[in-house]
């Protein structure tokens, strides 16, 4: 019996552990399950707590920085269109046929030169025609002319006529019907007179009409050589030798020649209004040029159109750039160093002087740095040429060398 009674409480101790064990657990799940519960709400009570805090107790903080001064040059870039600084087309001012084309596409030209010949058969004609018609003009202004002056000799003698009669008419010499008829004479003179001075004076006017109208056709001869306006290139040519050609510009008249100046280019720029004040004649700029990806060329402002386009609310600038100078290719030395040429100061004595060429055109190179338009080029100089060196100045041949001093 004692021997099942330890074992009953055993079992009983045994239950009642796993009851306590078991009781236990549970209030440490229910402790750990409140605490997980409740340690967010805490943990926002504490930062509540700490903001408001800092909101009574700390200073506030903020970003500073200090102000810079605007670069003194502001860097615009814009688009714009190259033109030759002067363009036109030429047209004849007369009819005829072409008798001689003197240049073609690309010939550089000067000022008054010869650009072609047209042959005027019919003005030359008119010409000869209205010389004829001023001589029979002259010479009726010299009939009238005479005719004025018989007249005014023949009214003279009728006044010294009708003088005589009257005297003997006081005498009763003559009859009263005697003495009327010179009294006739003498009106009918006169009227005669004021018709030929009327008819002297539209002679003269007849005279001076048809002298202008020769001088006209003169003037208008002398446009049988078409001259070019200014100094440039031909950049068209539509006509050829024999070619019909039409005066006037008329819009199914094609021009005989359109040629362009091109020492000095001009560019044309639409600035956004923001920039517009900026705008002044002589406001230094640069142009970049697709052709030459790494090249700027120096330029001005030349002028400003004074008021906004209405639709783009832009400026539209005009700005002049210098164009790269043209040497002989001949003119270069190629040596290990950068290409150079040399030129003779105003003593005498050679430089050399590296330049940056552009566009190689076979007989010319371009240069785009590295010389102005007043330094003389050694158009082929020798290998055996210094630095320093004097030499004498020829007129340019083919061929030429410098002569040593």
């Known amino acids: 019996m004692a021997t099942r009674w330890n074992l009953l409480q055993n079992i009983k101790d045994k239950g009642l552990a796993g009851n306590a064990r078991g009781i236990i657990l549970t209030l440490i799940g229910l402790?750990?399950?409140?605490?997980?519960?409740?340690?967010?709400?805490?943990?926002?009570?504490?930062?509540?707590?700490?903001?408001?805090?800092?909101?009574?107790?700390?200073?506030?903080?903020?970003?500073?920085?200090?102000?810079?001064?605007?670069?003194?040059?502001?860097?615009?870039?814009?688009?714009?269109?190259?033109q030759a600084v002067q363009e036109t087309a030429i047209y004849a001012r007369v009819d005829g046929y072409l008798k001689r084309r003197l240049v073609n596409i690309g010939d550089q030209v000067q000022n008054g030169q010869v650009l072609a010949e047209v042959d005027t058969p019919e003005l030359d004609q008119q010409l000869y025609q209205a010389r004829a018609t001023l001589a029979q003009a002259t010479s009726a202004l010299q009939q009238a002319r005479a005719t004025l002056q018989h007249n005014e000799t023949q009214l003279e003698y009728n006044i010294t006529n009708l003088d005589r009669w009257r005297t003997m008419k006081e005498r009763d010499l003559v009859a009263q019907q005697d003495l009327d008829d010179r009294q006739v004479l003498v009106k009918s003179g006169q009227a005669d007179v004021d018709a030929a001075r009327a008819n002297v004076a539209a002679a003269e006017a007849?005279?001076?009409?048809?002298?202008?109208?020769?001088?006209?056709?003169?003037?208008?001869?002398?446009?049988?050589?078409?001259?070019?306006?200014?100094?440039?290139?031909i950049t068209v040519r539509n006509v050829d030798n024999g070619a019909l050609i039409s005066a006037g510009s008329s819009a199914n008249n094609q021009p005989l020649f359109r040629m362009a100046q091109t020492d000095s280019l001009r560019i044309f720029v639409n600035v956004p209004q923001t920039f517009m004040v900026s705008m002044q004649p002589g406001l230094a700029a640069e142009i970049a040029v697709r052709e030459f990806p790494r090249r700027t060329f120096a330029a001005q402002v030349a002028g400003v159109s004074g008021a906004l386009d209405p639709t783009s609310r832009t400026l539209l600038t005009e700005v002049h750039s210098d164009p790269p100078f043209?040497?002989?290719?001949?003119?270069?030395?190629?040596?290990?160093?950068?290409?150079?040429?040399?030129?003779?100061?105003?003593?005498?004595?050679?430089?050399?002087?590296?330049?940056?060429?552009?566009?190689?055109?076979?007989?010319?190179?371009?240069?785009?740095?590295?010389?102005?338009?007043?330094?003389?080029?050694?158009?082929?100089?020798?290998?055996?040429?210094?630095?320093?060196?004097?030499?004498?100045?020829?007129?340019?041949?083919?061929?030429?060398?410098?002569?040593?001093?």
Do not use: C
């Not at 930062?47 to 040059?73: E, N």
């Not at 048809?210 to 078409?226: D, G």
């Not at 003119?331 to 003779?344: D, T």
């Open 31 to 82: 402790l750990v399950l409140g605490t997980i519960g409740m340690a967010p709400r805490l943990w926002r009570e504490r930062q509540l707590r700490a903001s408001v805090k800092a909101v009574d107790t700390s200073t506030p903080l903020v970003a500073v920085g200090f102000p810079t001064r605007a670069p003194r040059i502001t860097e615009v870039v814009l688009p714009g269109s190259i």
């Open 206 to 233: 007849n005279v001076t009409a048809n002298r202008a109208n020769v001088e006209r056709l003169i003037n208008l001869q002398s446009f049988q050589k078409v001259r070019a306006p200014f100094s440039g290139v």
């Open 326 to 405: 043209i040497i002989p290719a001949s003119a270069l030395i190629i040596r290990s160093a950068s290409p150079q040429v040399a030129i003779v100061g105003k003593d005498h004595k050679l430089r050399f002087q590296v330049v940056h060429l552009g566009r190689d055109y076979g007989s010319t190179v371009e240069v785009l740095e590295g010389l102005s338009d007043r330094d003389q080029l050694l158009l082929a100089p020798s290998d055996d040429l210094q630095e320093g060196e004097a030499v004498r100045i020829v007129t340019p041949s083919a061929g030429a060398k410098p002569a040593r001093s």
